[in-house]
């Protein structure tokens, strides 16, 4: 129900707005002068005041000035028996909503009431969701205390302003598309669009288009002219997650953008100025794509003029026990449990910080989420969990070396880890590609390569 403070020395004029407003569905708060009303827009939250202009204690116009510090989303309807040019401009001047003169038209009332009450609704949302932006995407929300992480807070705090390009490295579910919004949420773009794409989601021969937009009759079934991607992030951040699987055609056109600050559509002759800043993210090593020949040497350059590292999970264990108390609070409300979890077993804690999670945060988050569905109580025990994680990892993992024994092949031992989790997903995907490379959270074109580089035999699809 939407709270109104009427403000009038007569009597009448209070008893009639509060029954005629009451009757429209307002709760109807009233005053008799100004010193009342002040007391009153202090103590309780209004939603539209309607204030007398002229009154013997504090007139309307102090009336508005205290509206304004107290509540400035509040908007304030002045009334007036003395109507005049000048009385009006100086309430407008003040900050008035809008402005009435005595005697009035019910009706004429009554709309603008609506409309005031419309806009404190806009205004309290677009605060609300300024607010919940901010909040989201500050450093704040990037959890952990860890030096490695606290170094990442460092970073985005010195380039958010700047807008030189930012690389982003890191593995699957370290928050790589998280650090990318608090660069642009926290720099001078922050007004503008965020937009980002997964490179490697989109089919290659779709994601030109997609970035760039098409001309009409630019190719079979172009009825129209369609803008990219690329061109409605103008003056805002474009984000390329997963750069690493671009054609090299589209690597090109990228090129230029980052070089001449302009792109031509798909099919078109003209090209378009952009003014947007590139930040890419991506999750195994572009110097070896660049080695491959599969990434463009010049592009890399250009790309990798500020380098973050996100630091996996395994490495800032220091973190878990935040990041759990922050999943905790965050599914507690998303899922109104009528008994909070409000704490975690030790025993659980144990498991869940000796864990590697190779799937970092965003396995974590996953799991502690499922224990807040599947608990009955207060407290995450260390059957809420599951039992990969209970168990302490993969049991066809056991065959990595331990280092206080022998010299150790990084390279040869992470290669063999790889191929077997290939192998495997593909035996559990009757050999389809995609659906292994699901299984593992790759791309197609991403588990294609890793399947062609360890001579490992699968199908494209089902048939």
């Not at 009006?88 to 003040?94: D, F, G, R």
């Not at 030189?164 to 926290?186: D, M, P, Q, Y």
């Not at 800032?316 to 965050?330: N, Q, S, T």
């Not at 030790?346 to 869940?352: E, F, Q, R, S, V």
């Amino acid at each position: 129900m939407d709270n109104i403070l009427v403000v009038d020395n007569e009597k009448s004029m209070c008893e009639f707005l509060s029954i005629m407003l009451g009757k429209e569905g307002y709760r109807v708060y009233t005053a008799s002068n100004g010193q009342e009303a002040l007391v009153k827009i202090k103590d309780s939250a209004l939603d539209v005041v309607i204030t007398d202009f002229r009154m013997p204690v504090s007139n309307g116009i102090e009336v508005l000035e205290a509206v304004n510090l107290e509540q400035p989303n509040t908007p304030v309807v002045m009334m007036t028996a003395y109507a005049s040019a000048e009385t009006a401009v100086e309430a407008m001047k003040k900050g008035a909503y809008d402005y009435i003169s005595k005697p009035f038209q019910i009706e004429d009332l009554k709309l603008i009431i609506k409309n005031a009450v419309e806009k404190k609704k806009l205004s309290d949302e677009n605060k609300y969701l300024k607010s919940a932006l901010k909040e989201k995407y500050e450093f704040t929300n990037i959890i952990g205390k860890s030096p490695a992480l606290i170094k990442v807070f460092d970073y985005i705090e010195k380039v958010s302003d700047s807008n030189a390009t930012v690389l982003i490295t890191g593995e699957s579910g370290t928050g790589k598309e998280l650090v990318a919004k608090a660069i642009h949420f926290n720099g001078s773009r922050k007004n503008y669009p965020f937009i980002s794409v997964n490179c490697g989601a989109v089919p290659e021969n779709l994601l030109e288009s997609e970035l760039f937009g098409y001309e009409k009759g630019a190719f079979t079934g172009a009825d129209t002219v369609k803008s990219g991607l690329m061109e409605a992030a103008n003056r805002g951040t474009f984000f390329l997650d997963e750069i690493v699987e671009t054609p090299l055609n589209v690597q090109v056109k990228l090129l230029r953008v980052l070089q001449e600050k302009e792109m031509t559509p798909l099919g078109g002759t003209k090209p378009r100025k952009l003014d947007i800043r590139i930040i890419t993210a991506c999750n195994r090593d572009l110097e070896e794509a660049v080695k491959d020949k599969t990434f463009r040497e010049d592009l890399f350059y250009r790309l990798n003029v500020i380098s973050i590292r996100l630091p996996p999970l395994r490495e800032r264990k220091e973190d878990i026990p935040l990041l759990i108390e922050f999943f905790i609070d965050k599914y507690n409300r998303l899922h109104k449990r009528n008994i909070p979890i409000s704490k975690i077993d030790p025993d659980a804690l144990k498991i869940l910080e000796k864990f590697s999670w190779p799937g970092n945060v965003r396995q974590l988050e996953n799991v502690i989420e499922r224990a807040i569905v599947l608990e009955q109580g207060d407290t995450i025990k260390v059957s809420s969990l599951p039992e990969e994680i209970e168990t302490g990892y993969q049991k066809d993992l056991n065959f990595i070396p331990n280092i206080d024994n022998q010299p150790v092949d990084l390279e040869k031992t992470l290669d063999q880890i790889e191929r077997k989790l290939i192998v495997g997903a593909l035996n559990k995907s009757d050999g389809i590609i995609n659906r292994a490379a699901k299984m593992l959270n790759l791309s197609f074109r991403s588990m294609r390569y890793r399947v062609q580089k360890h001579n490992i035999r699968g199908k494209s699809s089902d048939n």
